[in-house]
């Protein structure tokens, strides 16, 4: 049986993750020294789906992404029209111009965009926004969530205008009450960031990240774990856009910020380390310093006694990828097993292991072609299902299409794309495991003229 993911917009840079299940969230380190290397080294946007954002991929034509998964405990219809009686209840008893009220309209309307009807969910957010600006003022922060999320009901229906109208707007409201460099708004700063890559607007996009990092240092020393985790959450949005030299130059600040204030050797510096060695493997480059780097995070934690278990399974899974990823022979995967074996002393070990070891999870992706695909947003979009069985050392095989739309157009250059990859393998009960059927789903945005070349083609092939 096959689990198929759902379609989602193209980004031009390419994320991965496995069909039919919820969105993985990149790998993290919790309790990691200066922040969280796994989480703010690998992805710029922790609170969105992330259009435009890789995870350990690089830049690609493609996005590989998860359907999340639906309550299908109640009907979406029947919570709508609960909802509106309570609306009409609410306004009766409170008035219509009410918190009250109000908040029942972001009910209605939180309804209304999971039942997928995004033009009266839009109208239900206004309507509260209206009434909050009419009880408190042009400036009331209460209006700085339903602000928000209007802007995520807009992306979900790829009005990126709108959408970044009303993500400025909660943001100058938010600037406005709280002050110009309150933290609270990096969430939206992240988001904005998000809907600019979808308008193809990458320069803008980056001057909202260096912004949120500008937020974060302006506020904290550099040497505290607040500002170290700002430099690895930019670190990482550079990952994401290709800029792989600007990345590790980002890891080399952090690195001697830890020296001059910790000393060498100390544990602060295990997640630029891990961020250096992740870098090269992800850009494709076996660099001895790559290896290097993760080995020298792995000495730090045992001299140090690995009191963080967390950190000291993540330093281990990330040797196993570069094995996998760049050695000669085929891995046998013992820092995997050592890394499974440490996350059964870890808080939710488990989670951890699901989210590591199950997969599939790209530890070295080949880049899928760009011929034929399109950066521009109002382009039209297009999928490829594919599955793949893997064996335990991390290959792929029986790659066959099972989906794809326009028929045909990218299916070869997907099934090449994970042939020449390489994915973490499976791990069950502690051992590297082949697993059949896995699948994923890649969609992306193409060029109206290469389709109809494409059909072109076709026509005369036949003829």
Partial sequence: MIAVAGLCPLTMSAHAQPAGAAPTPPDTVAQAPAGAPGDAAKTAHEQSSTPGATTEAGPGPTSATTAPALDQT???????????QLVTRTEQ?????????AEAYLDLAEAQRRAGDHPAA????????????????????????????????????????????????ARTINRHEYGLLNEDQIP???????????????AEADEHQLEALRIVERSYPPESN??????????????????????????????????????????????ALLGIGDSFRVQ????????????????????????????????LRDIGDWEVAFSKVDYEGAEYRRSWAALGEVPDGDKYRKQWFSGPNYVLREPVSLAGLSQEPNAPSGHVIVKFDLDKTGHASNVTIVESDPAGFKDEAVVR???????????????????ESLALQFNYRYSRNAISSEKEKGKAAKE
Avoid: C
């Fill in 417 to 435: 794309h994970i042939r020449r990859s390489r994915f973490r393998p499976q791990i069950i009960d502690g051992e590297p495991v082949a697993r």
């Fill in 74 to 84: 109640h009907d979406p219809k029947q919570v709508v029209e609960s909802q509106q």
């Fill in 226 to 271: 607040e500002a170290l985790a700002a430099v690895y959450k930019y670190a990482g949005w550079l990952r994401e856009q290709g800029r792989f030299q600007e990345e590790r130059d980002q890891y080399m600040r952090a690195l001697r910020t830890v020296h001059d204030h910790y000393g060498k050797d100390d544990v602060h510096e295990v997640p």
């Fill in 188 to 202: 939206l700063l992240d988001r904005l960031t998000d809907v600019l890559l979808e308008l193809n607007k990458p």
């Fill in 122 to 169: 839009e109208t239900s957010y206004l309507a509260a926004i209206e009434v909050y600006h009419s009880l408190e003022g042009p400036f009331t922060p209460l209006v700085i969530e339903p602000l928000t999320a209007l802007g995520d009901n807009y992306r979900e229906s790829n009005d990126y205008v709108s959408a970044m109208t009303a993500y400025n707007e």
């Fill in 93 to 101: 008893q409170f008035g219509k111009r009410s918190r009250q009220t």
């Fill in 284 to 315: 494709r480059i076996p660099e001895p310093q790559g290896a290097g780097s993760l080995h020298d995070a792995l000495q730090i934690l045992t001299m140090h006694g690995s009191t963080d278990k967390l950190a000291l399974a993540e330093t």
